[in-house]
């Protein structure tokens, strides 16, 4: 697991599986920095997905251009 900068912590309630929590527990998995580390994941993958949906037409125009007009500055190229 990653480990993260230390953030302030805000208790919260949540309801969870029975089964699953009992299983987590008994293997000695530590549920709230287990939570934390997959809404953090979830966090970041929502956010990119958003960024991405957000300039699909950006982008899409962009390759349109480098598409027809080729790189800016491609004559500059040292590689």
């Known amino acids: 697991m990653q480990s ?12 969870l599986s029975a089964d699953v ?3 987590a527990k008994g293997l000695g998995i530590n549920i709230s920095q287990a939570c934390d580390e997959f809404l953090r994941d979830l966090v970041r993958t ?3 997905r958003r960024w991405k949906t957000d300039n699909a037409g950006f982008i899409a125009e962009y390759n349109r251009i480098v598409e027809s ?7 500059w190229r040292t590689f």
Request: charged share 30%.
């Open 4 to 15: 993260h900068p230390v953030s302030v912590k805000k208790a919260t309630n949540l309801s």
């Open 21 to 23: 929590l009992a299983e």
């Open 46 to 48: 929502e956010r990119a």
């Open 69 to 75: 007009e080729g790189l800016p500055l491609t004559e």
